[in-house]
């Protein structure tokens, strides 16, 4: 089980290399900001394919080992290492996918980015309803949930504002994760071990009494 701090801090590190990412790709592009094809528009450009890659890389890398750490404190420890790897799956995917391609792949990409924001808001669902509805938590999913609307809204569109929603939407999601990991409390039998103690045992049946004549 990761320390709160070491959770946090991974969590820290994905969105510097996501967003450092995509500070790279929007000086050598910035045209990227206004074509309304989001972050995807940097991964079919040479100039930008590696910071691209490299962002999203990081972010999956170091938002899996988060979630990982963290899902011993969880009430379905397994399921949340599952949408761990699903989220790696999902955001590789996307990178391999570029949409310039057209047809089947385009296809392809759109339904990755499309499941890849449910696995996310599923799993946000999920974190602030652990945390026990935490209001500063439900606040972060809020704002993740705005940047999916505004994202939705533009990604069959010619112009608008996709990349800005889908940027929004990944901010509030990180927010989240930032929040409520640290809240989740670790089953008391896990906590025990981890304090170097054993879980309580069942207390032993009295022996039974024989009487002598």
């Known amino acids: 089980m990761g320390t709160v701090s070491g959770v946090v801090g991974d969590v ?15 000086t050598l592009r910035p045209e990227g900001l206004a074509v309304n094809h989001g972050m995807s528009y940097f991964g079919v ?13 990081g972010a999956a890398l170091f938002t899996h080992r988060a979630l990982r750490d963290a899902a011993a404190r969880t009430p379905h420890p397994a399921h949340l290492r599952r949408m761990a790897g699903s989220f790696v799956v999902l955001l590789a995917g996307i990178v391999l996918t570029p949409y310039t391609l057209g047809g089947v792949v385009d ?23 652990w945390a026990h509805g935490d209001a500063v938590g439900v606040a972060f999913f809020l704002v993740q949930l705005g940047g999916g609307v505004l994202a939705a809204v533009y990604v069959l569109q010619t112009e608008g504002l996709l990349i800005h929603g889908e940027a929004t939407f990944q ?11 640290p809240l989740l409390a670790p089953p008391i039998a896990a906590a025990a071990v981890a304090a170097g103690g054993a879980p309580a045992a069942a207390p032993a049946a009295s022996p039974a009494t024989v009487s002598c004549q």
């Open 12 to 26: 820290a590190k994905g969105q510097a290399c996501l967003f450092g990412g995509l500070g790279v790709c929007v």
């Open 45 to 57: 450009h040479w100039q930008t394919l590696l910071p691209y890659a490299a962002g999203l890389a």
């Open 107 to 129: 296809w392809a990409h759109r339904g990755l980015g499309a499941a890849l924001f449910v696995l996310q808001l599923l799993l946000a669902v999920r974190l602030v309803a």
């Open 171 to 181: 901010l509030g999601f990180a927010l989240v994760l930032a929040r409520t990991l």
